[in-house]
């Protein structure tokens, strides 16, 4: 699954990173700390959070956040017991939990089989697993693809149509992208 | 000797849609196609699908350029029976509302939701589908053919996946059984009213595919 890769690609990269980023005079004991927290980067089952949370990393959340969340350039992962009232702007979110609130990720959006969405979603690419809950509008923003220089190569769109020939092939599965 | 079925006999068989209840079929819905192609010469057209969310027909049709709402939609019970007498207390009956603003929409997919509604409350199911329509909007929806019994079953709600823009499957929705009644067509037409029924496509199966469009207010 999507967010249980991610998760391991978070943790295969904070175990990388600890040869270069720790100095070597440090203790054993401080740079083992060190490695703990770059692996747990989330925000646990028993933490709430009330405000603007921006990012500059993957994040992982199972706690509670109400507010704004912001990590633009990264992943997001709401757990299976996270609980989001919030604005969502980042770059890829996957939903294993509930979120109520507007997500816009400049990538994709995610819905695992058990999350559950009360809100709008403008991302390029939008995938619903069958069981997930959703309420609200999808709005396939194209600003990515507009924002590449236009070659002959791509299909031309007429002028006023509304409804075009996509982008991705349609996908079969329940699990593939775009579902 | 080996018994070969003769080619009528496959023509015959392939073709035929499974129960109404039963695992997904691929079946034509041309009613599909002519609303998705008529919306298509508007800029951004918003579509409200009133469910059981399906999320690739969601994103089918948001990948299409379209906004796509989704509703879930939960049938109104019937309405408690009148009791006569003066001493007859009124029973505060919730009225049925989509919450979406007015002239919304340009295509409201309003799948089966009818045959879930009972006939007390058609109008009403109906009236607020109309309500969130756009002038020259379309409702799609499908209906078990009035033909033969009309007595109520207990039956799972579809869902509707688009696999293509003229195809769809109908799965069931979970393993909740709900009421599903039987409308005449003329009781859907008189509930349509003013839209303009372009088309009442009967399917193989017995299902009706109604198309009615929104005629623009006549300027005085």
Same mark, same amino acid.
């Given at each position: 699954m999507a967010w249980m890769r991610q998760k391991s690609e978070t943790e295969g990269t904070a175990n990388e990173r600890p040869a270069t980023a #720790? =100095? =070597?005079?440090? &203790?054993a004991a401080t740079s083992g700390r060190e490695t703990r927290m770059e692996k747990l980067v989330n925000i646990g089952q028993s933490v709430q959070i009330k405000g603007e949370l921006t990012g500059n990393e993957d994040l992982t959340i199972e706690g509670v956040v109400d507010g704004k969340i912001l990590v633009k350039d990264h992943s997001l992962t709401i757990g299976a017991n996270g609980r989001i009232s919030a604005e969502v702007h980042a770059k890829t979110v996957v939903i294993v939990g509930t979120i109520n609130g507007n997500i816009t990720a400049d990538d994709k959006v995610e819905i695992a089989p058990s999350g559950t969405v009360n809100g709008d979603i403008r991302a390029p690419r939008v995938s619903i697993s069958d069981g997930a809950k959703f309420k609200g509008s999808i709005d396939m923003d194209r600003k990515g693809a507009a924002a590449q220089p236009s070659t002959s190569a791509s299909p031309s769109v007429s002028k006023g /149509?509304?409804? /075009? #020939? &996509?982008?991705t092939e349609m996908p079969r599965s329940a699990s593939s992208s775009g579902n | 000797m080996l018994f070969r079925r003769k080619s009528h006999d496959r023509v015959g068989t392939v073709g035929l849609p499974r129960a109404a209840s039963g695992a997904a079929d691929v079946r034509s819905c041309p009613s599909l196609a002519k609303a998705l192609k008529r919306i298509s010469t508007r800029v951004k057209p918003q579509i409200l699908d009133l469910g059981p969310l399906c999320g690739s027909t969601a994103v089918f049709l948001a990948n299409r350029g379209a906004r796509v709402c989704v509703e879930g939609f939960k049938p109104p019970p019937p309405l408690p029976k009148k009791i006569k007498g003066d001493d007859a207390e009124p029973v505060a009956v919730e009225r049925f509302c989509i919450d979406q603003p007015t002239d919304e929409f340009d295509l409201v997919l309003g799948w089966e939701a009818i045959d879930f509604t009972p006939p007390d409350r058609l109008e009403e199911v109906v009236g607020e589908m109309k309500r969130v329509l756009r002038e020259n909007g379309l409702i799609l929806m499908l209906s078990r053919n009035s033909t033969g019994s009309r007595k109520p079953v207990r039956d799972v709600p579809g869902r509707f996946r688009v696999v293509a823009e003229d195809r769809l499957s109908r799965e069931p929705a979970g393993a909740e059984t709900s009421t599903r009644w039987v409308h005449l067509t003329r009781e859907i037409e008189r509930v349509l009213?003013?839209?303009?029924?372009?088309g009442i496509h009967l399917q193989r199966d017995q299902t009706r595919e109604i198309l009615a469009l929104s005629k623009p207010a006549k300027s005085s």
């Open positions: #720790t =100095p =070597p005079n440090k &203790p /149509s509304g409804l /075009s #020939t &996509p982008r | 009213k003013p839209l303009s029924v372009q």
